[in-house]
Each structure stands twice: as structure tokens, then as C-alpha cells.
């Protein structure tokens, strides 16, 4: 990916831009900066949305939902969405990794990062899918609404969203001119500017321009090179343009562009090895310096984007909608995987991608006093490449390349060596005089190199029958076809001190051949040995797969079936039940060396559900629950198995099913003063597993992982002062400790240590205190208030060069001055 730092604006400098066109200093635009005029207690907000690809109230949509609006990303001075996920119950967002975020709804989520899979959680933008790598992620920039639909939503989403999906909606632009900014400022670096102008050029012509830009110095210093981690260094914009050339046709245009270049994740080395490869001891990472010393690192990201919106009303009841979507990326993620700065465990992991995806969607919706309808035809294509790449040395590979060899060496019938091989031969050299020959400590690199070319088409119809004055029957069904042709190739490692240093060691050898020191025999066995070793692939070493790729293809098809009934048994009181089922495409393990290259076969789930939604308009209540059972088959994970001398992916297809309640309630107590609380309680367990490795665990009947509890709630109070309106929130979550499985300690997801826990219960508190009138604002914001540390993650990566987990941790608590003004 190339880039140009001397061009590149500063990641401030664009959102400041629309705010100085304003005229006026920053300011978010109005509905993220104060809650909207206080409701009386007999009163409840009516909020429409399209999740079911049609307008409708919130409250009369027979699927379970929660919305984040504007609202709720201020309150936490929210970024993207994993800085609100903890809000949502059951939404897991974890964006340690911006460039390769995982999403998770009722504890579905994807298992890796490769192109070769696509994701059971969908996540789209104004209605144009992401996909799940490097564009799954964005800032926030001037959103209208987040609709995070829980459950399947194949029908309506497609084979993307067989756990669920996220529908972030933007801002159109409008007849209006406006112009709004904000500046945030904070500990450790932080500042952050938000700015929007909407400008009407005539009568039937408007654009809106937005910007957002962030940048974080980040609260641990490394000691290797001083600099603080993590680091965020993002900006991006947005222009959009919107034709009305007549009353029944409207035309939207928008160019969406995100630039991200920053220091990678921080990782801590969070235990030390006995000589056997187990645990000495513990290291908390929470109070352990930061050594991270991987060679250029970098997590970085050029993203860019287009959207086409038609909308043309054939007649008073019948929308004609067309969406074309154009996206493409560039990103790098390269990053320290061992945590120490010991040259002798040096180990770095990097995936370099690039992508281009573009989709059409044709949609019919119809009005009818039997029944509305809707129809749809999507056509999709991706092309995509990706490298993944493993950083190290050769004294760190020492270790597992003697243990390779001499389990060779055992099985004809020899000696192992006396000591691990590059030490070995760089001894033998040096004992021959030649001082200057050394194999350790050179630096080695491998890679797996993957293409991908998919298409995707899909048919669907999704019909709601009035079948009486208070009744609705759904039906639905989406018919979809995905082609995906796949490939490998893991060309010969890259080390050129190695290749210098093996060019001159026959010579080495025929010297001590010369000297009487070798006799021929031994000599030629050393050179060929020393060959061996310096000249093949460790980790990717797929011999079929060094010269040139190996292409596979396959095509799976599907019929994905909805089924809805809904009855309004009160004006304000809807209930409902539904079966559905979802499904997520094949597709192909990115790192394998498996000879047929690892497919895996398309995953599928069967869901039911019951629910209810309603409000009780005149004391403020509005609420909804819903009660869930969903079977997912054929559900394929991967992991790394480290029972061999070189630790390999490995596929384990199970079964999973899940029973769980939904539940959400807001009240407006009164005008100043509104409670809510949200929640969700799963018991998800695995019901079969297949083709599990040989000495694997069979986890049949034990739990999934996932936590039972995640909760919640807040308050916010506002009121009138100094001719502007004061307004205070505190909202807090709780997240359950991960249930444990027979294999949660291997793969560090479950873990008790002396000095730390993995997976234990977590909570958190935000606050905001405000003021703002028409014109201006002013706001604290504290996230994390109770500056509650967690270790949020275990690795056993680097478990194979000596240092036997690694782990992550939350951000600390963080304070927000923010000011913020509009025209």
C-alpha cells in the first residue's frame, strides 16, 4: 500500500474545516450533543426504522432490536462501535485491531480473520455490506442510527447476517443550512473534532459535508523505544450530494473516505517459562512494563467509498429502490507477538490486505390493504488479497527447528545433534576458524499468500399479510447463490543472512575435510543437513504450495425461509413469535497447509423465537422481550494445536445451541429524568462436535463461552438553566465471567492465576455532565469511572518460541472536555 506522509492532511484538519466554513467554532451536530427536548412523564418518543427493509415504528417491528442513536455515542464520547458495544447486551465488538475487528451477537461471531470466510454477524451501511476485515470498522461520522437486529436476518440481509446484523444509517443531506463542530480534548493526548455542513444549492439540489478526526498518544510507554501505546491516529470524511428532480424521485450520492496510520495493539508477555515449555510463573500485565520491540510496526488502513441510492415511487403505494455500493481498502497490521524485548523469543505477526467489493440491490416495495410487500434482487463481487506473515529469528527458531530434526534423525536410526541446529553449525564453523559465521539471530520470514474471487446473487420476497384488523402473518424467503474461487501459495522463506551464510559453508566444511578435521562422509551429511534446515519453511510449508499458487473454487447455493406471526393485542401492546433460518456461505481456512486447503462447508441456523413489545404512553414506559432457541450447525472454528513440534491451525465443525431472554425498559419518570435498563441471558452450549483431532477434547454438552448475564442501564437527568438546558447521564454494564469448557485454559480464554484472571465478570461506568443552548455547548466526560482494569484477552501464539502466553488489557479510566457550537 503506498502512501504519501507529506500529503496525507493532518488527522484534524478536515473535520476543523467544516467548522470553520460554518463560520463558528466546533460542534457535533445537534443531536449528539444534548438530549432532545425532555418528554413529560405521559409521553414516549416514536422512533421509526428499517429494519425489516421498510419504514416502520420501532415498537410494531416483530424482531428483536436496540437502537444506538446520536444519544448514546455522546454519552461516552463514543469513537466507533465498540466504544458503545458494552451497552448493548449480547454485542461483542472487539476493535484492539481495527483493521481485523470480530463482531458477536447472542455469542455468534467469527472464529478468524482470513478472506477465505465470511462472518455470521453482517454489518452494512446504509445498506451496503462491509464484510468483515479492514471496512467492518469505521469512525463514526454524522450517524443517524444504529439498528443492531439480534437473531437471523438472511432474509432481509443475506448470508452474512446468520447471527444477526448491524445497520448503521448516516445523515442525508437536506434542504436545510446548517453547520456544527466539536472538539474534545483529554488525558494521555487525546483530542478529537467532529464537524458537518449541509448546504442547499437550489431547490432540488443539497450537500452535506462531515468530518471526523481522533488522535491518542495512548497510556503505556514501551520500553524499547519510549513512544506511548496504544496509539489512535485516525481521520475521515464524507460528502454527500442529494437530487430531487421531482416529487417521486430522489437521488443520493455519497463518497465516504477513512485514513487510519498508527502504532499496532500493545501486548504484554504475561508468564515465564519453566525449562520444559510450561508455566514458571505469572506476570500481571496490568502493573508489568510494555516491551514491545517488533520491527516496523504499524496498523494502518487507506479505505475509500461510494454509495448510489434511487429512490423512484412508481405510484402513491409502489418504491422502486436501487443501492449501488463501491468499496475498497488497502491495510496493514503488523504487530509484536511475543511481548518481551528478547531477541532469543523475537516473534511478529503481520496480515496485509487489499479489497474491492461492489454490490447491487434492486428493491420493489409495495402498499396493499392485504398485505405489504417487498421483492429484491442483490448481485455482489469481491476480489481480495491477503498476506499473512510470521516475523522471527533464527535463535528463536532454534528450539522447534531441533526437535523437528531430530525426531528425524531418531526415526532412521541416529544420534540426535548435541546442540539445536543453527547453534550447532555455527559452532562447527567457528571451531574451523572462520570467526565470522554465525546462524543465529538472523532474521526469517514467512508468509501465506491468499487471492480470493467471490460473486454472491440473491432473490428474495418478504410479504406482511394483514390477515385481520390487528393481526400479521410474514412470510419470507431469500434464495442466494455464492461463488468463491480460492488460493494458496507460501513461497520459500525469506532470510537473506541465513543464504549468505549457508553459500559458504560446504567450503567451511571441505576445509575441514582438507585439515583431516571431517572425513567426506560426515562433511557431505552436514552440508546436506545444514541444507535441510536453512532451506525450508517452518510455519506455511506446504511444498505443492512454494512454487506457484493452487486454486480451488466451489459454489454453494441456499433457501433461507422466514415465517412471522404478530398480533397488536392492545394499540400499544404488540406480541409475536417467529422461525427463521440463516445462512453463512463456505469458504476456505487462509493459513492452512492442509493438502485439500481446508474448506469449510457453508454453516447454517434454525431460530425461534417469541416476543413482546409496548409502551405505557401515559406513566412514560416503553419496553420489549423476547425469548430465544436457535440451533447452529455445522458452526467451524479455528484454533492453533501446539501437540506438534510446529503449533498448526486446526478446524473443529461443531453444532451449537443457545436458549436466552432478551429484555429492555425505558421510562420517562418525568420530564427531567429518564431510566432505562437492558439485558440478556443466554445458556449457549456446544450439542456435537466432528472431526475433532486425535487427543482432542470432546466438549459435547459443555458450554460454548459465552456468558450468561450481560446487563445495562442508566439515567439521565436534564433541566432548564441559564437559558440553555443542563443535562447529567451515568450508564453502567455488566458483562458475566466466561463459562468455562474442558479447553477454555489451553486456549486462555478461562484462566485463574495467581496474579490475574481471564474472563472474569466486568463492569463498567460512563458519565456525562453538559450544558447547551441553540448555539453552544460545553460537556465533561469520564469513561471507565471507576477505572475497573481487566486482562480482556490470553494468547498462546508465542508459546512456541518460548514465551508461553501473552495477553491484552482495557483502557484505563479517561477524561473528556468537550466544546462544541453550531450555526
Not at 560446504?506 to 562433511?523: E, N, R, S, Y
Not at 474472563?759 to 463498567?764: M, N, V
Amino acid at each position: 500500500m503506498q502512501r504519501h506522509p507529506a500529503r496525507r492532511p493532518h488527522p484534524l484538519a478536515l473535520a476543523a474545516a467544516a467548522a470553520l466554513l460554518a463560520g463558528v467554532g466546533a460542534r457535533a451536530n445537534a443531536q449528539a450533543v444534548a438530549p432532545a427536548p425532555a418528554a413529560s412523564a405521559a409521553d414516549v418518543q416514536v422512533i421509526e426504522v428499517t429494519a425489516q427493509g421498510r419504514r416502520q415504528e420501532v415498537q410494531k417491528v416483530p424482531i428483536s432490536l436496540q437502537l444506538v442513536g446520536p444519544e448514546e455515542i455522546a454519552k461516552s464520547g463514543a469513537v466507533n462501535l465498540s466504544q458503545v458495544a458494552d451497552f448493548v447486551p449480547g454485542l461483542t465488538v472487539d476493535a484492539s485491531q481495527p483493521t481485523q475487528p470480530s463482531y458477536a451477537l447472542r455469542g455468534l461471531g467469527n472464529g478468524d480473520f482470513g478472506i477465505g470466510t465470511d462472518a455470521p454477524v453482517g454489518v452494512y451501511v446504509n445498506g451496503v455490506y462491509t464484510g468483515k476485515t479492514g471496512g467492518a470498522l469505521l469512525n463514526f461520522n454524522d450517524i443517524k442510527r444504529v439498528e443492531v437486529l439480534k437473531g437471523p436476518q438472511g432474509t432481509l440481509f443475506g448470508r452474512n447476517s446468520a447471527g444477526g446484523a448491524i445497520s448503521i444509517v448516516t445523515n442525508d443531506p437536506d434542504g436545510q443550512h446548517t453547520a456544527s463542530g466539536l472538539v474534545r480534548v483529554g488525558n494521555y493526548g487525546t483530542v478529537h473534532a467532529e464537524g458537518v455542513l449541509n448546504q442547499p444549492l437550489g431547490e432540488d439540489l443539497s450537500i452535506r459535508l462531515s468530518a471526523v478526526g481522533e488522535k491518542s498518544d495512548g497510556w503505556a510507554t514501551n520500553t524499547v523505544d519510549g513512544k506511548k501505546n496504544p496509539q489512535a491516529h485516525t481521520w475521515g470524511t464524507r460528502l454527500g450530494a442529494r437530487w430531487s428532480p421531482a416529487d417521486a424521485t430522489s437521488i443520493v450520492l455519497t463518497w465516504e473516505h477513512e485514513d487510519l496510520n498508527e502504532r499496532p495493539r500493545a501486548i504484554w508477555a504475561a508468564a515465564t517459562p519453566a525449562p520444559d515449555g510450561s508455566v514458571a510463573s505469572w506476570i500481571d500485565p496490568r502493573h508489568a512494563p510494555l516491551s514491545n520491540d517488533v520491527v516496523g510496526g504499524k496498523e494502518a488502513r487507506l479505505f475509500n467509498g461510494l454509495n448510489l441510492r434511487i429512490e423512484q415511487e412508481l405510484t402513491d403505494k409502489i418504491l422502486l429502490t436501487s443501492t449501488t455500493g463501491w468499496r475498497h481498502f488497502n491495510s496493514v497490521n503488523l504487530e509484536d507477538n511475543d511481548g518481551t524485548a528478547n531477541p532469543a523469543t523475537y516473534l511478529a505477526t503481520g496480515n496485509f490486505e487489499k479489497s474491492t467489493t461492489f454490490e447491487q440491490e434492486f428493491r420493489l416495495n409495495g402498499k396493499g390493504k392485504t398485505a405489504d410487500w417487498l421483492i429484491g434482487l442483490t448481485l455482489s463481487s469481491e476480489r481480495s488479497r491477503q498476506t499473512s506473515r510470521v516475523d522471527t529469528n533464527t535463535t528463536a527458531l532454534d528450539p522447534i527447528v531441533g526437535s523437528i530434526v531430530n525426531q528425524q534423525l531418531v526415526g532412521m536410526g541416529l544420534d540426535p545433534l548435541p546442540e539445536t541446529p543453527y547453534r550447532y553449525f555455527t559452532d562447527i564453523a567457528q571451531s574451523a576458524g572462520v570467526t565470522d559465521f554465525d546462524l543465529t539471530g538472523q532474521d526469517w520470514k514467512e508468509s501465506m499468500n491468499n487471492t480470493l474471487a467471490a460473486r454472491s446473487e440473491a432473490l428474495m420476497a418478504d410479504v406482511i399479510w394483514h390477515v385481520g384488523d390487528r393481526t400479521n402473518v410474514t412470510t419470507g424467503v431469500r434464495f442466494t447463490q455464492d461463488t468463491k474461487k480460492f488460493s494458496w501459495y507460501n513461497p520459500l522463506r525469506t532470510a537473506p543472512g541465513v543464504d549468505a551464510q549457508v553459500a559458504v559453508f560446504p567450503g567451511i566444511l571441505q576445509q575441514m575435510v582438507d585439515a583431516g578435521a571431517l572425513d567426506p562422509d560426515t562433511a557431505a551429511a552436514l552440508g546436506g543437513l545444514a541444507q535441510s534446515v536453512a532451506l525450508s519453511n517452518i510455519e506455511f510449508n506446504n511444498p505443492d504450495w512454494a512454487t506457484a499458487p493452487m486454486y480451488t473454487s466451489k459454489t454453494w447455493r441456499n433457501t433461507s425461509p422466514r415465517l412471522v406471526i404478530d398480533h397488536q393485542l392492545t394499540p400499544d401492546t404488540l406480541v409475536f413469535g417467529s422461525v427463521t433460518r440463516g445462512y453463512q456461505a463456505g469458504g476456505f481456512n487462509s493459513v492452512s497447509t492442509q493438502a485439500n486447503g481446508g474448506r469449510f462447508d457453508p454453516e447454517t441456523i434454525t431460530s425461534y423465537e417469541l416476543g413482546a413489545k409496548g409502551r405505557a404512553p401515559g406513566i412514560g414506559i416503553s419496553y420489549s422481550a423476547s425469548l430465544f432457541h436457535y440451533l447452529f450447525k455445522n458452526l467451524q472454528s479455528i484454533t492453533l494445536d501446539h501437540s506438534t513440534a510446529v503449533p498448526q491451525y486446526v478446524i473443529t465443525v461443531s453444532d451449537v445451541e443457545a436458549t436466552g431472554l432478551d429484555g429492555e425498559l425505558n421510562w420517562q419518570v418525568a420530564s427531567p429524568l429518564r431510566l432505562y435498563v437492558n439485558g440478556e441471558w443466554i445458556d449457549q452450549k456446544y450439542k456435537s462436535q466432528k472431526n475433532l483431532a486425535p487427543g482432542a477434547n470432546d466438549l459435547t454438552g459443555q458450554p460454548y463461552g459465552t456468558p450468561s448475564l450481560s446487563l445495562a442501564a442508566g439515567v439521565d437527568v436534564s433541566y432548564a438553566v441559564a437559558g440553555g438546558k443542563a443535562a447529567w447521564s451515568l450508564q453502567g454494564s455488566h458483562v458475566g465471567a466466561t463459562r468455562c469448557n474442558a479447553d477454555s485454559q489451553a486456549q486462555g480464554s478461562c484462566l485463574a492465576t495467581p496474579a490475574f484472571k481471564v474472563g472474569q465478570a466486568r463492569d463498567r461506568f460512563d458519565t456525562r455532565l453538559g450544558w447547551a443552548n441553540d448555539h453552544w455547548g460545553a460537556a465533561l466526560i469520564v469513561t471507565n469511572l471507576f477505572d475497573r482494569r481487566y486482562v480482556t484477552g490470553l494468547s498462546n501464539l508465542s508459546a512456541a518460541v518460548g514465551v508461553p502466553y501473552t495477553a491484552s488489557v482495557n483502557d484505563p479510566r479517561r477524561f473528556q472536555i468537550e466544546f462544541s457550537a453550531k450555526l
